[in-house]
């Protein structure tokens, strides 16, 4: 099996079997973004405590690349502090860039590395991630004036 399938085939088990897709019952950060070029939207939900990413959960309708990066997102930053959890966007910003990336603690991650030959599907692999970004990062509402 060469690369590209084996990355298709990571993709769709994340778009079919998504993980932390749904809700919480009770408080959580909610941010809500969408991609107005294509309909991809989602809720993410974070819970932060004492500057760790508690736990990420995730609604939403879109593509199985916007879908399956929230789901690989959300497992990548669970347990992860704050800090990490942003040095994880930075990457995988750089990773949509074309520029070399490293997730050796999620490997799954690296299939969407594929997405930056195709600029129009780059703003579906980082809405979940942009989400994240605004929910947490707390420098982002000053840069984006």
């Given amino acids: 099996m060469n690369l590209d399938d084996l990355y298709r085939r990571v ?13 919480f019952a009770d408080d959580a950060l909610n ?3 969408n991609n107005p070029t294509c309909g991809d939207r989602i ?3 974070l819970k932060v405590e004492d500057g760790i990413v ?4 995730y609604t939403g309708e879109g593509c199985s690349i916007s879908m399956s990066s929230a789901s690989m997102m959300t497992e990548a930053v669970k347990g992860q502090t704050v800090q ?8 995988f910003s750089a ?8 997730f050796e ?7 969407l590395s594929g997405v930056n030959k195709f600029p129009a599907r780059i703003k579906c692999a980082t809405l979940a991630w942009n989400a994240l970004r605004k929910g947490i990062d707390p420098d982002r509402e000053q840069q984006q004036h």
């Fill in 11 to 23: 993709i769709m088990d994340h778009y079919k079997n998504p993980r932390n897709r749904g809700l």
């Fill in 31 to 33: 941010i809500e973004l």
């Fill in 43 to 45: 809720t993410l939900q």
């Fill in 54 to 57: 508690q736990d990420a959960r």
């Fill in 84 to 91: 990490h959890a942003l040095e994880l966007a930075e990457r």
């Fill in 95 to 102: 990773l949509m860039k074309g520029e070399p990336a490293e």
């Fill in 105 to 111: 603690e999620y490997e799954d991650i690296e299939a």
